[in-house]
């Protein structure tokens, strides 16, 4: 018993599923409870069951079947996931529960089906049963049959499809079984209810007596409503209530989704499409060409049968059929087969429906033309044809046909064009016969009522009493205007009869005053109103009651509320003075008319002060005017009394309502005065009050009507088209041009010149709005004339209108009442387009080029033969250039054409897609019309295999889309057509340029089905074989999504099989989160309160000011009345922020736990409403609440600027809301739009920077709302949004703690995102490397063990972040990192190795501890002073120039001040001469003194002349000079300001105030780092700061800062050399650096601390921009300047830096630079040798023991290990200058420190290790200097080097040499045989001859040739001469370093002269050189010439070595040269030949 029992253990679900029933009926049971017991739809729960439900309802168990069918409908009730189960459920439910047994069973089994439909899926449920109709078992058939009969009547046919049903009809009435039978009869009754006669066609083939029951069971039709609604209709049905509805049906046409009636459905539709083209007769066309009128017949009556059988046809090419059926009517001259084509031409337009659209135009004109056959039953023929061709087109399209066949002299094509116009108004919308069409209809019509025939008369009484009926007599009757009683009478009769057949919609009932009847109402009445803008059941205008009951209605009104000028009625002349006399005193009365001007005078000054106190509901415009313009008015004589008159007009004018009726009593004399000088000025303001009281259009038509016809004063003209210059620009421009051209033609005809000019300027200006298409209008001009236009349009090409400054209307808005303006005249009816603003159009003439389309043209256009056609193109093309602009009337060009472009000749098919462009192009808009023809052809072209074709294709689709509309392909299914039936490069295509065409085409401006009804075509795509189908298609669902949305397309992935549904719900969910968030309808708001909403920040910010008055609206509201509202909007303050303490409050809310705690994944409802309800209590304005919580991004952007504006303003404001504010911005982080994302973060940026300046502090409650989700930004796919975001954490450092804002960035390595991560690592790794390591504390070893687990990371890009984060603090910490990280794997840890390796070669880790910014104890970086961010608050950006606001504001604050140089205080005289040593002392320790660049030059010649020695006067120092001031400066030592403004001042500067800013010594660290930063203006006023330091005596203060200062110098320069900064920037930014620079070394004491990571830094930066390969300074003169100051700077660095920091600082550079080669620096090697070689120069005069020789031969021992001598020789493409000159540096140090050099490689771990130390030794031995050496080199110098020597040695006496001296003799000899070693052994010889100079070398040469002796002793006397130069005392020349140039040195001076003069000098000193200087003159090293020309001759050759004991400059003639090259050259010749001779 314990066993059986033992399921109920179990859990419900597996229970449920357990082998025995009794256990499934218990799990069952308890699934009912706990399904009824889940309250959350979505519950995880469900998803346990989802599996489980089809083994519910086909439980083998009857009982347990039941039971689980139970369970499986609360299931389906309740579960918001149920429906995925309804496919297998319901395919359950067909197969074993339908046609069960049990009558339980049955009916739970119809339950649960029409609960699947009431979740919305009754598509799957349907087809479901429909596959169950198809069983073999009748009782599955009957009970599937009588599960769709329910489901119909209680949902309706517009839930339950009737079209898949009916074609089971004829199958199942006709089945064996009865029961089917009778079923299948009770749907199609149901089916009747539903659909009326429209199921008639489908039971005509069944057997009579069926059809007879089925017609007696029928009964009526119509009125079926549904018994029960889908889950989407129930909540609109609840809100309805029943007692609302007058006549029993619900308001809302939502609720009413379900219901339907005989005429929602058409027959047609229900019908299938049957192809009849294939079917036609071989010799069908032949026929009909036939000259016998019986095989004509015989073709037709062919057809014929065809289409009586087919009353829908398949689309298809009918452009043959119809062209031939057409002919027939056309050409035919048998009456019986002209009715017989016409008859079967209106059964295919039938049979297409809007498939014809393009050949209905064709059709109906060739139909019109043939109504003047007398032949009745042809008439009646063409009537039905042309009946059933009006619905594919409409009144617009056939407008000129219809109009020429009312002028046609034909009464009968009269008559009957008229009766077809009444019988098409009948079925036409009334928006669709808008004001344009009436105007044009009405006009022919009114022709046609004057008709002598009584038939043509009638039929045009029909058409306007047609009209009138439809649209209303209100509409009609302007137009229609006085006619006989008469004819009134008729048509009155005519629309009484008249029977509108099209469904109109008529109003809403208005609602009951109930309150919640008046909500529900308006919410019905909104949605209503917010649908397509596509052709919809209309309703008629009523009552304005009406109008303003809705929404909709209110929205209506205000549109159209402007649209016109008001108008009065024109008073009586007594009328006038009756009112006058009632305001005015008789005196001013009668002065305004006396004949005395001064009593003129004082009457217009009372008249004006008296009308002042009137108010605008006193009196009217009209009569003021007509009072102040009696005789003689404003025709005044006197000037006074004029101007006093166009004053008062004026102030009339702005301050009472103004009409159109009283604006013309004084229009044209304010017009005329405009050509008087002295009231030119009041009378144009004057005119521009009339505008905005009356409108512009109207002044402009009216006075330029009086100035161009009615008066002849070319002033007046000239100076009118002025003003309308000033106006269009003032106002803008939507009104229509006609006039305007005409006049301005007459002007441009004028004789005065300044006439002409001012029309042409003013053409200009009016072709902004126009376009250049203004021209067009004036081809009949002169060449000239038109060129002068062309020129000035010109001008304006790429500008944009400028926004309006005035607007029509604020006369209007201040009428009081409409009694004091006289009614306003009703406006005429106006479709939705009118609402729109007004289109100029081109009015040219068109010509109509439909008689040169002849037949024979289009029978050449489809010759066979590709010459004739292309001919035929050739004549098409002519024909349409010629005679451009055209009509569009083409006759049967459009179907020829259009098979031309899918011509298999290409050629012919690219001229034929040109010759459309052209078309379009003639016809301009008209060419919608033939949109239906071409398109097809042109998506055909699209799938072409050849580029150019589908390229050509594009653009004339694109030709198409710009002159008919965006819209027009969206149109008859062409889309659908072409992507079913294209070949995949087609549909690439055309996906292609859908997905760049639809976002552009604006929404709801064509059928939405249009693209509905292409998705699942589609999806199709997105699983398409071929890839670019795929792409194109993936690309193409985000557009489609912008016009369908989003549920739309979902709702169509049931359709698709379950393998396809993952991969296109991937697509639909990639493309959703960018959808633009749709606006929700507004709730209880008038359209006065949401159009405030949308204006721009500046608007709403005024509007706040002015605090206006809401204007209440009459719309129902609320229970808070409109005047309440408008009085608690009028409380809102001034500024959108409010300044109050509720920030405390809440942060204790949200501390107690109060509110909802601000943390989420993705927000959810409760947090919007949570804070738009924290907003709405703290006080914010509340349409700035509105605006951002609206659901349109636009709000959300001008939410932000508006906030942005009031930043400036208000910005204490803005820290009291600041949380709120950072809340806000969170939720927008989760928008898809990037637009609202930048701005945010643009906006967030000047946030910050407002905080910073305010010394903020952020509070950690506002972080903690804000910083997590910035860090989840930080990995967003687009880079601008990742920077911004960093930059912000850069700016959050500032204002909170950077430790806490650590903690958050590590909480962001837990991310999946690998971008996310890398961006933190990167902001972590900058924290460490600014901040140090105190930013992890306090747990920095677990966020270090954190950090290195990211180094194994599989993302590459957040390896390298962590690796860099982990060296950064290596460098700070040490060795104890590595214990601090843990264990990590041996592959990340050599890689940390070897980062942190690479990474110390940069910057070593004294100089990053250096730079390392300290933090206070709270976590914040330590603040500079508040008087230094003083001056620097404002910023201004580097990339764009201030405008003209900011620079106003600049003005009002005092600039960053630039550095000030104070006057000297003593002159002081310079020189030896009376200099108090004592005295120079005190002052160079007290305050040094620049040089300024103004003193008086002084003759310092008497400088250079010897100094006695017992004079007593100290030495000058070599190193600086003991004077108060400080070394010359190479630029002048002006402030920075002054020396950017050279020529003007630049945007990046400030104008310099001479006030220094008092930086205190503590504040230096922030200011240089301030220096480095990427906002330019920031580092150039850091600088200034700088520059005062030095300035003002407190250098020495500078001395810890230095190595950080020159760095940020460095980096600063770095970022100009890489930035993008506009090249008016660089050059003066340059010269700012250069200045700060040659300050900061010229002032004593500085630049002594400056390591070599900064020094390399900074010489590397200035170099490359040196080295640059396209200049830095832009133009070529700034980049020669650029190169003057740089070079400068680097002599003056290099000068005064400290030695040895130099020397490894250019080690190591030069060590960097070999093998690295940047096309963008290619001369940056060559300079930096060129600086090697100025410092080997230099170094002969620097003290010995000023040089670290330890640190200098470490580097150049790292640069030997890396390219050792043998890296040279496999390399002999890469030239060994490097290589040489740092040879030559080590000669020079081991002459300079002797053989204790080898004391200084204790750094050097190895010194084998490469080939410093073998050559050191080597020099060493070179040098060696004792008394042989002395004796050797005087012998030498004084006689013959070769000369025979007296040996005392025993061994040379006997003519033997020692054995080692032999050997090495022998050695030596051997490789000065070698050319690779000559110069090496020639000096080796030479130095063995000084240690042994008793050795006879020659004797030991005897054997050898003369040659080889005569080649060694001139190379002996070239190494004694190199050797004696460098023993020659350098020579330190007093020369300006101005003229010292790295780069081109170009120092004329010999150094002969200052050689002798050395002589001179040192012989009056007493001073004798140890040697006598060789009788030749040597040129000194020191030489700058020197270095110059050897790097101008391509650096040296390759064969001689740069070191100088080798070769130094020699000036042994170039002849010697020579001599010994042609000595080598021989002994090599010897050599050749000995070696033969062997």
Not at 630 to 636: A, I, R, V
Not at 703 to 720: C, F, H, I, R, W
Not at 1589 to 1601: K, T
Request: a neutral charge; hydrophobic letters at 40%.
């Amino acid at each position: 018993m314990e066993d059986e029992n033992e399921y109920k253990k179990l859990p419900t679900e597996e229970k449920c599923v357990h082998k025995l029933w009794k256990a499934r009926v218990l799990g069952y049971e308890e699934a009912i409870k706990l399904f009824n017991q889940i309250d959350d739809e979505k519950s995880p729960e469900w998803n346990k069951y989802l599996g489980l439900i089809k083994k519910f309802v086909t439980d083998s168990n009857a009982v347990a079947q039941e039971r689980g069918m139970e369970a499986a409908l609360v299931f389906v009730e309740n579960c918001g996931h149920a429906g995925k189960t309804v496919g297998e459920v319901m395919a359950g439910i067909v197969t074993k529960c339908i046609a069960a047994a049990r009558t339980k069973t049955k009916e739970l089994a119809l339950q649960l089906t029409l609960m699947y439909v009431e979740i919305e899926k009754h598509d799957i449920v349907e087809e479901e049963l429909l596959k169950g109709m198809e069983q073999k078992n009748p009782k599955v058939v009957a009970a599937c049959t009588a599960a769709l009969t329910t489901a119909l009547r209680q949902f309706g046919n517009k839930v339950i499809a009737i079209k898949p049903m009916v074609k089971k009809i004829p199958v199942l009435l006709t089945d064996r079984d009865k029961g089917v039978r009778d079923e299948m009869k009770a749907l199609v009754i149901e089916m009747h209810r539903w659909i009326g006669p429209a199921i008639e066609p489908h039971i005509a083939s069944l057997q009579a007596v069926m059809q007879q029951e089925l017609r007696e069971a029928f009964g009526g039709s119509g009125g079926a409503q549904p018994t029960r609604y889908l889950r989407s209709q129930q909540s609109r049905v609840r809100v309805t209530p029943a007692t609302d509805a007058g006549d029993g049906t619900p308001e809302d046409d939502d609720v009413d989704a379900g219901s339907g009636d005989s005429g929602d459905m058409d027959p047609f539709d229900l019908l299938d499409p049957v192809e009849i083209l294939s079917k036609l007769p071989k010799d069908f066309y032949e026929k009909l060409e036939a000259k016998k009128w019986q095989e004509r017949k015989e073709a037709l009556d062919s057809l014929d049968n065809l289409l009586k059988n087919s009353p829908k046809l398949e689309s298809g090419d009918y452009a043959d059929l119809v062209r031939a059926l057409k002919k027939v009517i056309s050409k035919d001259t048998n009456v019986m087969l002209v009715a017989l084509g016409g008859r079967l031409l209106g059964a295919v337009a039938n049979g297409l429906r809007n498939k014809f659209s393009p050949y209905a135009t064709a059709c109906v004109q060739a139909i019109l033309e043939k109504f003047k056959e007398k032949k009745s039953n042809v008439v009646a023929a063409l009537r039905e044809a042309i009946d059933a061709i009006y619905p594919c087109t409409n009144l617009e399209a056939i407008m000129e046909d219809m109009l020429a066949a009312f002028d046609n002299k034909n009464p009968s094509i009269k008559t009957e064009s008229a009766l077809f116009l009444a019988r098409a108004l009948c079925v036409t919308q009334p928006a669709a016969f808008n004001k344009k069409l009436i105007k044009a209809y009405v006009a022919g019509l009114l022709k046609l009522l004057e008709s002598a025939d009584p038939a043509v008369r009638d039929a045009a009484a029909e058409a306007l009493g047609t009209a009138t009926k439809l649209v209303g007599e209100k509409n009609i009757a302007p137009h229609i205007g006085k006619i006989d009683n008469l004819k009134e009478q008729k048509i009155k009769e005519f629309a009484d009869k008249a029977e509108i057949k099209v469904k109109i919609a008529g109003p809403k009932k208005e609602a009951k005053p109930k309150m919640p009847n008046v909500t529900s109402m308006a919410k019905g009445d909104t949605k209503s109103n917010a649908g397509s803008s596509q052709p919809k059941p209309v309703k008629r205008p009523v009552t304005s009651t009406i109008k303003k009951a809705g929404v909709g209605g209110a929205k209506k009104a205000a549109g159209r509320a402007p649209t016109g000028p008001p108008r009065e009625q024109e008073l009586s002349q007594e009328e006038v003075d009756v009112r006058a006399e009632q305001l005015f005193p008789v005196d001013v009365t009668s002065g305004l008319v006396d004949s005395n001007w001064k009593n003129r005078l004082l009457a217009v000054q009372g008249f004006t002060q008296t009308m002042q106190g009137l108010a605008p509901s006193d009196v009217t415009s009209q009569v003021l005017y007509r009072v102040l313009n009696k005789k003689p008015g404003l025709k005044d004589t006197n000037v006074q009394v004029l101007k006093a008159r166009l004053e008062a007009c004026k102030y009339i004018t702005e301050n009472f309502p103004v009409s159109t009726t009283a604006a013309d009593f004084v229009l044209q004399d304010v017009v005329a005065k405009l050509g008087e000088t002295s009231c030119s000025a009041i009378s144009a303001e004057c005119l521009t009050s009339l505008a905005e009281g009356c409108g512009l259009e109207h002044v402009i038509n009216e006075g330029l009507t009086y100035a161009m016809d009615q008066q002849k004063n070319p002033k007046v003209q000239s100076e009118m088209f002025n003003w309308m210059f000033i106006a269009v620009k003032e106002f803008g421009l939507s009104m229509k041009i006609n006039a305007i051209v005409a006049h301005s033609k007459k002007a441009l005809s004028a004789t005065n010149p300044n006439v002409r000019t001012s029309a042409v300027n003013f053409l200009g200006i009016l072709s902004l709005y126009v376009g250049p298409s203004i021209v067009n209008h004036f081809d009949s001009e002169k060449p000239a004339t038109k060129q002068l236009i062309s020129l000035e349009v010109d001008k304006y090409a790429n500008s944009t209108p400028p926004t309006p400054t005035r607007q029509f209307g604020a006369g209007v808005k201040k009428s009081a009442s409409k009694g004091s303006m006289g009614d306003e005249i009703e406006e005429p009816f106006e479709d939705a387009g009118e609402d729109e603003p007004a289109i100029v159009e081109d009015n040219r003439p068109r010509t109509d080029i439909a008689p040169h389309i002849t037949d024979f043209l289009i029978a050449e256009l489809n010759d066979k033969n590709w010459k004739v056609r292309n001919e035929a193109l050739d004549k098409v093309k002519a024909i349409i250039t010629n005679s451009s602009p055209i009509k569009a009337t083409l006759g049967e060009l459009p179907a020829a054409l259009a098979s031309r472009l899918v011509d298999s000749n290409s050629k012919l098919a690219q001229s034929a897609l040109g010759i459309c462009e052209l078309l379009a192009t003639a016809m301009g808009p008209k060419c919608k019309q033939h949109v239906r023809t071409f398109f097809p052809a042109f998506f055909q072209a699209l799938g072409d295999s050849k580029q150019w074709i589908r390229v050509a294709a594009v653009t004339c689709i694109e030709i198409w889309c710009r002159e008919a509309g965006a819209h027009t392909p969206f149109d008859g299914e062409m889309v659908l057509d072409a992507l079913k039936a294209g070949s995949p490069v087609l549909r690439a295509t055309l996906l292609q340029w859908l997905a760049e065409h639809l976002p552009n085409v604006p929404p709801k401006s064509f059928p939405r089905e249009e693209l509905s009804q292409c998705v699942p075509t589609l999806f199709a795509c997105i699983e398409d074989r071929a890839a670019d189908v795929r792409k194109a298609a993936a690309d193409c669902v985000f557009p489609f999504m912008l016009h369908l949305g989003y549920d739309a397309m979902f709702k169509q992935l049931d359709k698709l099989k379950p393998a396809s549904k993952s991969t296109i719900q991937a697509a639909l969910d990639k493309a959703r989160p960018n959808l633009p968030v749709q606006p929700l309808p507004p709730k209880g708001k008038g359209k006065e309160e949401q159009q405030r909403g949308v204006k721009s920040a500046g608007a709403l910010k005024k509007e706040a000011e002015k605090k206006a008055p809401v204007v209440k609206g009459k719309a129902p509201a609320k229970p808070s009345s409109a005047s309440s509202r408008g009085k608690k909007d009028d409380e809102d303050s001034g500024f959108l922020l409010p300044n109050n303490n509720a920030k405390n409050q809440r942060i204790i809310d949200d501390q107690k736990l109060k509110v909802l705690k601000w943390n989420f994944t993705t927000p959810r409802e409760e947090f919007f409403e949570l804070l738009k309800e924290q907003m709405t209590s703290a006080g914010l304005n509340k349409q700035l609440i509105a605006n951002m919580f609206h659901n349109d991004f636009r709000y959300h952007l001008k939410a932000i600027e508006a906030l942005s504006e009031d930043l400036q303003e208000n910005g204490p404001s803005l820290m009291a809301n600041l949380d709120l504010v950072l809340k806000w911005l969170t939720l927008r982080f989760f928008d898809t739009n990037p637009s609202v994302i930048l701005k945010g973060l643009e906006y967030l940026s000047l946030v910050f920077q407002f905080l910073m300046d305010s010394d903020y502090t952020m509070a950690e409650y506002e972080a903690n709302c804000f910083i997590p989700y910035l860090v989840l930004k930080v990995g967003d796919p687009k880079d601008t949004v990742r920077n911004g975001v960093k930059a912000l954490f850069k700016q959050i450092c500032v204002v909170y703690s950077v430790t806490k804002l650590f903690g958050y960035l590590m909480e962001g390595l837990k991310s999946k995102n690998a971008r996310q991560r890398a961006e933190c690592l990167e902001c972590i790794g900058h924290l460490i490397e600014t901040y140090g390591s105190t930013v992890m504390s306090p747990t920095g070893a677990v966020a270090l063990k954190e950090l290195a687990r990211h180094i194994g990371d599989r993302d590459n890009a957040v390896r390298s972040a962590a690796l860099n984060c982990v060296a950064s603090a290596y460098f700070l910490e040490g060795e104890k990192v590595y214990k601090m990280i843990g264990q990590i794997s041996d592959k990340d840890l050599s890689l940390l190795e070897e980062r942190i390796k690479r990474a110390g070669k940069n910057r070593s880790a004294e100089v990053r501890r250096s730079m390392v910014v300290p933090l206070s104890a709270s976590g914040r970086p330590i603040q500079p002073h508040s008087d230094i961010e003083g001056d620097s608050r404002r910023m201004i950006s580097v990339d764009q120039v201030p405008n003209g606001d900011y620079e106003d504001e600049e003005e009002e604050e005092p600039p960053p001040p630039p550095v000030h140089i104070p006057p000297p205080e003593a002159k002081v005289i310079s020189g030896p001469f009376g200099l108090d040593p004592k005295l120079i002392a005190e002052l160079d320790a007290a305050v040094p003194v620049l040089n300024r660049p103004d003193l008086p030059e002084l003759d310092l010649k008497f400088l250079d002349d010897p100094i006695p020695a017992a004079a007593g006067v100290p030495a000058i120092s070599r190193h600086r000079p003991q004077l108060p001031t400080v070394r010359q400066s190479v630029l002048p030592s002006s402030s920075p300001p002054r020396l950017v403004s050279m020529s003007a001042p630049h945007p990046l500067v400030t104008p310099a105030v001479h006030t220094q800013p008092n930086v205190d010594d503590s504040q230096l660290a922030d200011i240089i780092h301030s220096i480095a930063s990427p906002d330019l203006n920031a580092a150039i006023r850091a600088l200034s700061h700088i520059s005062g330091v030095l300035v003002s005596g407190r250098g020495a203060a500078l001395a810890a800062h230095e190595q950080r200062l020159v760095a940020a110098i460095a980096t600063q320069v770095r970022h100009l050399r890489t930035g993008t900064a506009d090249t008016q920037d660089t050059l003066p930014a340059y010269k700012y650096l250069a200045g700060a620079l040659n300050t900061f070394y010229e002032t004593g004491g500085c630049g002594s601390h400056v390591g070599e990571s900064a020094l390399s830094s900074l010489l590397g930066e200035l170099l490359s921009v040196l080295g640059a390969s396209t200049p830095q300074g832009g133009s070529a003169s700034d980049g020669e300047k650029l190169a003057r100051i740089l070079n400068n700077v680097c002599i003056r660095v290099m000068e005064h830096s400290q030695r040895t920091a130099l020397l490894c600082a250019i080690v190591s550079l030069l060590h960097e630079s070999i093998g690295v080669s940047d096309p963008a620096y290619p001369r940056y090697q060559d300079l930096l040798l060129k600086c090697f070689w100025k410092t080997l120069k230099m170094i002969a005069g620097w003290d010995v023991h000023s040089i670290d020789y330890d640190a200098v031969l470490y580097k150049i021992h790292l640069f030997y290990k890396a390219y050792p001598n043998s890296y040279w020789k496999k390399n002999p493409e890469i030239s060994d200058t490097p290589y040489r000159t740092v040879k030559t540096l080590v000669h020079t140090l081991v002459k300079m420190k002797g053989a204790s050099i080898t004391n200084h490689l204790t750094q050097i771990p190895d010194v084998n290790e490469s080939d410093l130390f073998p050559y050191l030794l080597k020099v060493l031995k070179q040098l060696k200097l004792d008394d042989k050496k002395e004796n050797s080199s005087d012998a030498m110098n004084t006689g013959n080097v070769f000369a025979p020597v007296t040996a005392n040695n025993s061994a040379l006496n006997a003519n033997r040499l020692p054995r080692g001296v032999h050997d090495e003799l022998s050695s030596i000899l051997k490789r000065i045989g070698s050319k690779e070693h000559n110069k090496d052994a020639l000096s080796q010889l030479y130095d063995l001859r000084l240690r042994h100079p008793e050795v006879d070398i020659w004797t030991f040469m005897q054997s050898s040739s003369f040659y080889f002796r005569n080649y060694v002793e001139r190379g002996l006397r070239e190494v004694a001469e190199l050797r004696k130069v460098s023993s020659v005392p350098i020579y330190k020349h007093d020369y300006k370093n101005d003229n010292i140039d790295i780069s081109n040195e170009n120092d004329e001076k010999s150094h002969v002269i200052f050689l002798e003069r050395l002589r001179v000098l040192q012989a009056k000193a007493g001073y004798r050189p140890e040697a006598s200087p060789s009788s030749q003159p040597r040129t000194p090293i020191s030489d700058n010439r020197d270095l110059a020309d050897t790097m101008n001759d391509n650096t040296l050759p390759r064969g001689h070595s740069i070191d100088p004991q080798l070769e130094l400059h020699t000036s042994q003639p170039v002849s010697h040269k020579n001599e010994a090259a042609v000595d080598a050259l021989r002994l090599k010749l010897q050599q050749i030949k000995s070696s033969s001779k062997r």
